[in-house]
């Protein structure tokens, strides 16, 4: 008998960085794009699979910036048949979360959806383009990545928890060069996908 989802321990694995992952990006943004419909405005690359020479989780962050939500919310089912699970806010008011995982229990992709300009969207954007730019902060985010991942090979949240603070830290010094206003982030919930960023698609 198979094991459900749910009881599946996601094996914390980081690899290094893979050159196809901006390709499975652009093939996987046209499929979103098509989805969701014209209130698409652009879509970006996240996360670490999107930042040249860093380790990363093999799964590709998808951020989508809307003209508003409610189109979003109507094309649930239509994420659905590309293999989505809609799960809402998950913590982050203001957000549309959705995942791709195989019958394996393995996480292929994850889709943030924001309206246009929302602070969470300068922060991701921003704190992609610093790593890009600054290799010696990058480096140093994917070395403690590659630690945490065989300190807690089975324990993704003891793995999340341990990036937070390094993250925070690079993400203020992301916002002050991009001179983005630093504007309170929302507490993160225990349980959630790496929100940094990087690669960049407009509609």
Same mark, same amino acid.
């Given at each position: 008998?198979?094991?459900?989802?749910? %009881?599946?321990?996601?094996?914390?694995?980081?690899?290094?960085?893979?050159p196809?992952?901006?390709? /499975?990006f652009?093939? /996987?943004a046209?499929?979103? /794009?098509?989805?969701?419909?014209?209130?698409?405005?652009?879509?970006?690359?996240?996360?670490?699979?999107a930042?040249?020479? &860093?380790?990363?989780?093999?799964? &590709?962050?998808?951020? =989508?910036? =809307?003209?508003? @939500?409610?189109?979003?919310?109507?094309?649930?089912?239509?994420?659905?048949? @590309?293999?989505? /699970?809609a @799960?809402?806010?998950?913590?982050?008011?203001?957000r549309?979360?959705?995942?791709?995982?195989?019958?394996?229990? %393995?996480?292929?992709?994850?889709?943030?959806?924001?309206e246009?300009?929302t602070?969470e969207? %300068?922060?991701? !954007?921003?704190?992609? +383009?610093? @790593?890009?730019?600054?290799?010696?902060?990058a480096?140093?985010?994917?070395d !403690?990545?590659?630690?945490?991942?065989?300190?807690?090979?089975? +324990?993704?949240?003891?793995?999340?928890?341990?990036?937070?603070?390094? &993250?925070?830290? !690079?993400?203020?010094?992301?916002?002050?060069?991009?001179?983005?206003?630093?504007r309170?982030?929302?507490t993160?919930?225990?349980?959630?996908?790496?929100?940094?960023?990087?690669?960049?698609?407009?509609i």
């Amino acid at each position: 008998m198979g094991m459900a989802r749910s %009881d599946m321990v996601r094996q914390v694995v980081v690899v290094p960085h893979d050159p196809h992952w901006k390709t /499975e990006f652009m093939v /996987e943004a046209d499929r979103v /794009e098509q989805a969701i419909g014209p209130a698409v405005v652009n879509i970006h690359h996240i996360g670490s699979t999107a930042i040249p020479g &860093i380790h990363a989780k093999p799964i &590709i962050d998808l951020l =989508v910036e =809307v003209i508003e @939500l409610p189109p979003v919310d109507a094309a649930k089912f239509s994420m659905a048949a @590309l293999g989505y /699970e809609a @799960l809402g806010e998950f913590g982050l008011p203001g957000r549309r979360y959705f995942q791709k995982t195989l019958a394996t229990g %393995d996480r292929t992709h994850h889709v943030h959806v924001f309206e246009v300009s929302t602070p969470e969207v %300068d922060r991701h !954007l921003a704190f992609r +383009d610093y @790593l890009i730019a600054h290799p010696t902060s990058a480096r140093q985010y994917s070395d !403690l990545k590659q630690q945490l991942a065989q300190a807690h090979p089975t +324990d993704i949240e003891s793995y999340m928890d341990g990036k937070h603070g390094l &993250i925070r830290q !690079l993400e203020r010094a992301a916002l002050q060069w991009r001179k983005v206003p630093v504007r309170p982030r929302p507490t993160r919930p225990s349980r959630s996908s790496s929100s940094t960023t990087a690669g960049h698609r407009s509609i």
